[in-house]
């Protein structure tokens, strides 16, 4: 359009210098190629105009041509660059998400008499796992839960957040209560602060991190949930349309930080029905602010709600705290819902 309308315009109005924008345009969203098939056409198309209104020769349409070719050449290069850095964050996200599949692994959505799901959600898009972490693992008389979260951001948080995970899935069906499976993770993640082999750099930031976490036991045979809170924010349970949050009154330290506040791992009771949904998150969900820099009524929220399964309850939470956020979150977000099933009818008798 712009060679044609170039062709018939008075001679005083130039409008190749136009011609640029096609090549321009492509570099944007295709490949090096396209590009360069698209920068030559518009050559192509610019001297087609300068032969048929003055002649290849003339010093204006020669130079327009010049510049044009020289302009095709560098926004060819752009396209080939991004498309090298759109192939490298393609490659960095696959590593992100098999790190994630490794450390944070999905949990089953059943174990024994309960149905489980879990969701992890990425402040950054291209960062799919960070210092917010959860795990399950079954034992002999029931379910262990644990839901944490590492201070700090970065690979030291990863890295806490792996030994803490990979300590808990082989301690948790070992150790025979809840306060003695703390100790074991305190110990597994914390046990180099006095090493002198490790780096002083590392040493110095051990002494300052600590991963806020609850633990929970859910036995098979018994209506109840037995929890240890180290520092973490409640978790609550849905029963009946009303939310209950269980707050205990004597919470544990966070893991690293009870040389300095004591270990006194107390557990406590509370009741957990038969279509009871408990719900363990971390604090990515409550400190999402809106753009008034409101926090997120997790509580209000999901009371609000109609009764649903778990996997259904945190889609509607992930959608309603991401728009709540304004489509972007300030920090990860970690969230797991457990829900027990009624006890299965026994076979009748011969």
Not at 96 to 114: C, D, I, K, N, S
Not at 261 to 266: C, E, I, K, Q, S
Request: hydrophobic fraction near 45%.
């Amino acid at each position: 359009m712009i060679s044609v309308v170039d062709i018939l315009a008075p001679s005083e109005v130039h409008l190749g210098p136009l011609l640029v924008a096609a090549p321009a345009i492509t570099a944007s969203f295709a490949g090096p190629r396209t590009t360069a098939a698209v920068g030559a056409l518009a050559v192509l198309a610019q001297s087609i105009v300068a032969a048929t209104r003055t002649t290849l020769l003339d010093l204006n349409h020669s130079v327009q041509i010049t510049s044009l070719a020289l302009i095709s050449a560098l926004v060819t290069l752009f396209a080939h660059l991004r498309e090298q850095h759109e192939r490298r964050m393609t490659q960095l996200r696959s590593v992100a998400e098999a790190a994630q599949t490794v450390v944070l692994r999905p949990l089953p959505h059943r174990m024994g008499p309960l149905r489980i799901a879990s969701v992890y959600l990425a402040a950054e898009a291209e960062a799919q796992i960070g210092g917010d972490l959860y795990a399950a693992a079954r034992t002999a008389r029931g379910t262990r839960f644990l839901v944490g979260d590492v201070r700090g951001k970065g690979l030291a948080a990863i890295s806490d957040a792996s030994l803490l995970l990979g300590a808990f899935r082989a301690a948790a069906y070992r150790q025979p209560d809840l306060p003695t499976l703390i100790t074991h993770l305190e110990g597994a993640v914390f046990r180099d602060r006095e090493d002198p082999d490790t780096p002083v750099e590392r040493s110095e930031e051990s002494q300052e991190s600590f991963i806020t976490a609850v633990l929970l036991d859910i036995p098979d045979t018994e209506p109840a949930i037995h929890l240890v809170d180290c520092g973490h924010p409640p978790p609550l349970v849905l029963r009946g349309g009303r939310v209950t949050s269980l707050d205990v009154s004597r919470p544990a330290p966070p893991l690293g930080l009870t040389g300095l506040l004591g270990d006194d791992f107390v557990v406590e009771t509370f009741a957990f029905e038969p279509g009871d949904i408990a719900l363990l998150y971390t604090d990515g969900v409550i400190e999402a602010r809106d753009r008034s820099g409101a926090f997120y009524p997790l509580a209000e929220r999901i009371a609000s709600w109609p009764p649903c399964d778990p996997q259904t309850l945190l889609r509607r939470l992930c959608a309603d705290l991401v728009a709540h956020a304004g489509g972007r979150l300030g920090d990860d977000a970690a969230m797991v819902a457990v829900e027990r099933l009624p006890a299965a009818p026994e076979p009748d008798g011969p």
